[in-house]
């Protein structure tokens, strides 16, 4: 069946450092892609999105393309800051008969440090 | 407009207890998951509902049960209550359509003692 694998967390860096949360699916098809983001206490915000093949989702600083041949969707951004901890999801929605089932990785949690 | 709305926001319940708690999706939103998050776990899919039908489901025991009302509004119940049952209850509006965005209410923290 369908899944999605992270990298496993946690993972910590000091500030303004490069971030990378590799992230590689399984799918049948041609799925959407996502990442999501849950800051503590809260629930999860969609992050960013790519449709297909190629496509480079970006919002705030972060970006990450969707590359079918590796079936991959790494989350990166050049330099992090403490309010970007957090736990970070990739997320798959690919069309099942008439409706799109949504799977969703283990999560990355994130610890940014000054 | 207003995001997705979970009531509620915590609750403490005693094992064998059943516990019902409510999500309110965006408005024109007909898609509704719940999603059970614990520490162990990660998240994990209960089921979506759309105009009223469940037309998925995770691989939770009979215990976990939901519904949809037709303004869209869930309800998600679970009896008999274990001590496993404590987590965080999250909740996701979507139109139903292709590409499944999903928005997430703030979730139902829930504890079993």
């Known amino acids: 069946g369908n899944s999605v694998t992270q990298m496993e967390g946690p993972v910590t860096l000091s500030e303004e450092a490069f971030l990378t949360i590799n992230c590689t699916y399984t799918?049948?098809?041609?799925?959407?892609l996502f990442w999501y983001v849950q800051y503590p206490g809260e629930g999860l915000q969609l992050l960013l999105k790519?449709?297909?093949?190629?496509d480079k989702g970006s919002n705030k600083g972060f970006e990450a393309t969707y590359r079918k041949e590796t079936t991959s969707f790494h989350l990166e951004k050049g330099s992090v800051q403490v309010s970007d901890s957090a736990v970070y999801f990739c997320?798959?929605?690919?069309?099942?008969?008439?409706?799109?089932?949504?799977?969703f990785g283990p999560g990355t949690s994130l610890s940014v440090i000054p | 407009k207003a995001g997705v709305t979970q009531t509620p926001r915590y609750l403490i319940k005693t094992r064998g207890q059943q516990v019902t708690l409510s999500c309110s999706p965006i408005?024109?939103?007909?898609?509704v998951s719940w999603y059970q998050q614990t520490p162990g776990q990660g998240l994990q899919f209960l089921f979506e509902?759309?105009?009223?039908?469940?037309?998925n489901k995770g691989n939770f025991p009979g215990r976990f049960s939901g519904r949809q009302f037709s303004n869209s509004r869930s309800e998600m119940n679970v009896s008999t209550l274990e001590l496993g049952d404590s987590a965080l209850y999250l909740c996701a509006s979507s139109l139903g359509g292709v590409q499944g965005e999903a928005f997430f209410g703030q979730g139902t923290r829930l504890t079993v003692v």
């Open positions: 997320a798959l929605s690919e069309r099942e008969t008439s409706y799109d089932k949504v799977i």
């Open positions: 509902y759309f105009s009223e039908t469940q037309r």
């Open positions: 790519a449709t297909k093949a190629d």
């Open positions: 799918a049948t098809g041609y799925p959407s």
């Open positions: 408005s024109g939103h007909r898609s």
